[in-house]
């Protein structure tokens, strides 16, 4: 797989991945793993570096 097709579907998976999260932290869906619940602040936190992960990867794609 070449370099920009990497990052364009990587960039992809995170854009997905955080609006996940978006849509967990705005609808309160109940996370769990194992007996922990997952706090909803932490939705807001992964969002922002999911986000953050996607717009790296296009950029970086879209450079010469």
Do not use: C, D, E
């Not at 109940?30 to 007996?35: E, K, L, R, T, Y």
Request: proline fraction near 2%.
């Amino acid at each position: 797989m070449k370099n920009r097709a990497f990052l364009k579907l990587s960039g992809a998976i995170f854009g997905l991945i955080s609006i996940l999260h978006l849509f967990r932290a705005v609808i309160g869906w109940q996370a769990q793993i194992g007996s922990w619940q997952i706090p909803l602040w932490l939705s807001w936190v992964s969002l922002l570096v999911a986000g953050y992960l996607s717009y790296t990867a296009f950029r970086l794609s879209n450079k010469k």
